[in-house]
């Protein structure tokens, strides 16, 4: 089985930086697109950057200008960078992988259990 490991949640206080890892653990031969999606407090679940195994990434206006996704194909980890963070910010953040190949079997999804990010002063 695939799974997703997330980490670097935690408290932040407003202005500042958090760094959040997600590596894909399995058997595995390939992913498409690795990226990240949060759901803050009475909010729908949103994305938040995704990249493709190609480079091409995509942001949230919201974040854009603020967070920087990159990915280490080789190690199946795709990481957020988070800067200037602010309260709105505060939410659980969900790594997600897609067209996860294995040796066995094609994931079409596969989602992390996500880790809590909370920025507050």
């Known amino acids: 089985q695939v799974q997703l490991v997330e980490s670097g949640g935690g408290l932040v206080q407003p202005g500042g930086s958090l760094r959040l890892s997600c590596a894909a653990s399995?058997?595995?031969?390939?992913?498409?697109?690795m990226g990240w999606y949060r759901q803050a407090p009475g909010k729908q679940r949103e994305l938040v950057a995704d990249?493709?195994?190609?480079?091409?990434?995509d942001y949230a206006d919201s974040v854009k200008g603020r967070f920087t996704i990159s990915r280490d194909n080789a190690k199946n980890t795709v990481y957020l960078q988070m800067n200037s963070l602010k309260p709105e910010d505060t939410a659980v953040y969900y790594c997600?992988?897609?067209?996860?190949?294995?040796?066995?079997?094609?994931?079409?999804?596969?989602w992390g259990q996500g880790t809590l990010v909370t920025v507050s002063s």
């Open positions: 997600n992988a897609d067209r996860v190949l294995t040796e066995q079997y094609r994931y079409l999804e596969v």
């Open positions: 399995g058997s595995i031969f390939s992913i498409d697109a």
């Open positions: 990249l493709t195994s190609g480079g091409s990434t």
